[in-house]
């Protein structure tokens, strides 16, 4: 066990080097001296070279790199070109956003995808399964965006029980906050729980023909019994990998549904970000997805060897 | 009083009839077994008596233990039998048990699904039960996890399981086939003593007529969904009534008749071979510890000789194999076919390994199910320099073909048409294409049934009066290698222990390990010698 998070730890390490370098040397070799963008098209040289020493810019490229990385560790991300504002300041306040937006997602998307996908695998073929089938191929195929909008024109529109879009921020108290979050995770988890329902259906039905299935029931378990003692734990690995990539993907793809919403979530500050040529804040937000990914995919990484006893005796 | 009474018992799967009137008996501490062909329906009849048929199964008849007629009880009573009653043990140890759970809680799992007793009572009689199996608590504590354990030792908690509440019936479906040999000795012995012990009634399913010869009572003999004979072992093998029954026999103790080999010429060179794989570290900052699988072997294989290789599952046979046929590097020593080396400077040999072909054990899965007959048997054209094209190839196949007792027509249809046997076949047809040197068979007839292994060894001995063909046998069946090769090599632990002249050593075993391996074999009964004591 020590041996593999040992393993773990130190490829989750080197990804993180490998991920910094990549970020840095693609946002250097980005054409435009940012110094001469912020002040404009008609400033003076010295003015421009006055600023270009104030953010550093001026420095050589590798002693940049050691400055970005010491201060994304010390939590100081730099100043926005743009905004004039410490990065982190508002990262922090789109993280406040977006990460519980995306747990929010997450857990509905768990929540359906986990009872729909063992309905269906032990209903197989029959109408159960069939319509579950039908409905998950219905969430694949529509888009978020469409699910978004219906959601406000009964929830918010019709019904009035919840706001059609804002944010009114923590400050405003716990539930209102969630209140405003749960028609973007809904609309957000809607297509990922039908992609998840699908890959636990199908990882069920391969461990079902498993022969220590049958082995369970010349022991007297029931069809049931042996679905859920036996199947539903051997079927987590390839799920487990699927929610993975789709938490990464929550964390900072729900930008359509940040506008649809307006919500001040992560993908809309990059998008801004980009449009305005802010680089210091585009490669500190990118590495901090680009981490969280990293990081999500190191706890996944931790919970196959929970499930799994082989991957903690195997190097 | 029968303990199991099977009477005229019929079963269709999806409306095709599988079982015709099986009527069967089984007494309290009686071991029968069932034996026949692949298809011939003994699992399902075994599946039938423990009720985990598939869904579209319809049966009818009478299946009664101890007087209940296990087929009029609904679902949730059958469960209350599975298990208790009636314990079951599968084929394949390495898939049987759950990989995620200990084999304690896997053992336990039987005696709480049953009995409303505690946990800890649980895995204290658990632990009791996989003792009695021969898994002592020191080296196998209940909290060890299935992929920590060898398949011998695998089938032993299976068995374990299944007979944790000493159930009044066994059934053990083809139990150990997937066994080496001298673990499948142990664990049949382990089965006979636990059916002596507790008076268990012992269904065991095989297609081995040797294994049967060994341990049964009474045997049943399968063919087509319907049991042709019956009888004590005895009395059934020193009078065979059924001519299926006979062709069985026959099969299983087949003979070929080599051509004599031509004098020897050196062809297939090992000199002092040596593949050795780096294992994981057992610590963090430790060196990575070093396993010979092939140890310092060398042998010579002429021109037109049968050579066998022998030994169990891990000993190196297959490792062997790939560096011969210049697949993988080795790390010492030389190999080399009419004095060119298999592997030249940083890659294989093309000129040597055109020369070389193969023949793999499973008929099922070492095709491209995509591909025309035509196409795969074609495919080692791509090692010549200059492949015929056109008619020319087109008659080269159909010639493969025929020479395997095929029809050269069938270079048109797909793998999927063609039954295991015929498959094996085209395998061979696919080795003999390029006329190499060399061929090497690996388990080449394991997967087969008896009758149609039977033909398929034929059909080598008959290719070799054709023209001289020089080849390896690879396999784990010793009587299989002792009848179709000239010489035999017996490999243990990466080194080869013995080799000699094929009768030699099966006559007249050296090496304690050869010994070992000839003891454990299952053996046919000697009819001649039976109709003459009685």
């Known amino acids: ?315 | 009083m029968s303990l199991l009474r099977i009477s005229n018992l019929f079963l269709s799967i999806a409306q095709i009839p599988i079982l015709h009137e099986i009527s069967l008996d089984i007494a309290p501490g009686e071991i029968v077994a069932i034996t026949g062909e692949s298809g011939s329906g003994k699992s399902m009849t075994a599946l039938a008596t423990i009720g985990l048929l598939p869904e579209s199964a319809v049966v009818d008849g009478q299946i009664e233990l101890e007087g209940t007629n296990l087929l009029k009880l609904t679902e949730p009573e059958m469960c209350t039998v599975r298990g208790a009653r009636i314990g079951m043990v599968f084929q394949e140890p390495m898939t049987a048990l759950n990989p995620v759970q200990t084999i304690g809680a896997q053992v336990a799992e039987t005696i709480l699904q049953h009995e409303s007793i505690s946990r800890s009572e649980a895995f204290t009689r658990a632990r009791a039960v996989l003792n009695r199996v021969g898994l002592p608590e020191d080296r196998f504590p209940l909290t060890r996890y299935p992929h920590e354990l060898s398949g011998g030792q695998r089938q032993r908690v299976v068995i374990a399981m299944a007979i944790a509440l000493r159930p009044r019936l066994l059934i053990a479906d083809e139990p150990t086939t997937a066994l080496d040999v001298t673990t499948q000795a142990r664990i049949l012995d382990l089965l006979k003593d636990l059916a002596r012990d507790f008076g268990m009634g012992l269904m065991i399913i095989t297609h081995d007529l040797a294994v049967v010869a060994g341990m049964a009572d009474r045997i049943a003999v399968m063919q087509n969904g319907r049991i042709v004979e019956t009888g004590p072992t005895e009395q059934l093998f020193s009078n065979m009534k059924h001519p299926y029954t006979r062709a069985l026999f026959e099969a299983s103790a087949h003979k070929v008749d080599l051509p004599p080999a031509p004098p020897p010429e050196p062809l297939l060179a090992v000199r002092n071979v040596v593949r050795r794989y780096r294992q994981p570290r057992s610590r963090l900052f430790g060196t990575r510890p070093e396993i010979n699988a092939v140890d310092d072997v060398s042998f010579t294989l002429h021109h037109g000789e049968r050579l066998g290789l022998v030994g169990e599952s891990g000993c190196g046979k297959s490792t062997l194999t790939r560096a011969i046929l210049g697949l993988e590097p080795v790390q010492g020593g030389s190999i080399t076919v009419d004095g060119a080396p298999v592997w030249a400077g940083l890659r294989p040999n093309m000129e040597v390994r055109r020369k070389m072909q193969v023949v793999f054990q499973d008929p099922y899965s070492s095709f491209n199910p995509r591909h025309r007959v035509e196409r795969l048997v074609a495919e080692p054209f791509f090692l010549l320099p200059d492949p015929p094209r056109g008619e020319a190839r087109e008659a080269r196949v159909a010639e493969a073909l025929v020479a395997v007792g095929l029809k050269a027509s069938d270079a048109n249809r797909y793998i999927h048409e063609f039954s295991g046997g015929q498959r094996q076949r085209i395998a061979i047809a696919r080795a003999l294409i390029n006329d190499p040197t060399l061929i090497v068979f690996d388990e080449a007839v394991s997967a087969l049934d008896v009758s149609v292994r039977a033909q398929c060894l034929d059909l080598i001995a008959d290719l070799c009066r054709l023209r001289p063909l020089s080849y390896l046998f690879i396999s784990h069946d010793l009587s299989v290698v002792r009848s179709i090769t000239d010489r035999v090599m017996v490999m243990q632990a990466g080194a080869i222990v013995e080799q000699g002249p094929t009768e030699q050593v099966f006559a007249n075993p050296k090496h304690p390990y050869t010994q070992t391996l000839l003891a454990a074999a299952p053996k046919l009964p000697d009819i001649k010698k039976m109709n003459h004591a009685s």
């Open chain 1, 1 to 315: 066990m020590i041996r593999y998070m040992i393993g773990r730890v130190t490829s989750l390490c080197l990804s993180l080097v490998v991920a910094s370098l990549v970020i840095f040397t693609v946002v250097e070799i980005v054409p435009g001296d940012p110094a001469a963008y912020m002040l404009g098209v008609n400033a003076r040289p010295d003015t421009i070279a006055a600023l270009r020493t104030e953010l550093g810019l001026d420095l050589p490229t590798v002693q940049r790199y050691f400055a970005w990385i010491s201060g994304l560790v010390q939590g100081d991300f730099g100043i926005s070109y743009t905004y004039r504002t410490p990065v982190a300041q508002m990262v922090a306040d789109r993280i406040a956003v977006s990460l519980p937006l995306a747990l929010l997602a997450l857990a509905i998307t768990v929540a359906i995808a986990f009872p729909a996908g063992i309905y269906a695998a032990s209903h197989r073929g029959r109408a159960g399964d069939l319509g579950v089938m039908g409905a998950t191929q219905l969430g694949i195929a529509v888009p978020n965006f469409w699910f978004a909008m219906i959601l406000v024109l009964i929830f918010a529109i019709k019904l009035r029980w919840v706001s059609a879009g804002g944010f009114p921020g923590w400050n405003a108290g716990v539930l209102k906050g969630l209140t405003a979050l749960i028609l973007p995770a809904i609309a957000l988890a809607l297509p990922q729980a039908a992609i998840l329902t699908r890959v636990m259906r199908s990882s069920l039905l391969d461990m079902l023909n498993e022969d220590f299935i049958r082995t369970a029931r010349a022991k007297g378990l029931s069809k049931r019994q042996a679905l859920w003692r036996h199947a539903v734990r051997n079927a987590l690995i390839p799920v487990l990998t699927i929610i993975g990539l789709q938490f990464s993907f929550l964390l900072a793809g729900g930008i359509v549904i940040e506008q649809v919403f307006f919500l001040p979530g992560m993908g809309r500050l990059i998008f801004q970000a980009i449009s305005s040529r802010d680089l210091i804040v585009v490669e500190s937000v990118v590495m901090l997805l680009v981490a969280s990914v990293i990081g999500v995919n190191f706890a996944v990484d931790l919970a196959y060897a929970a499930v799994d006893p082989r991957l903690r005796t195997r190097s």
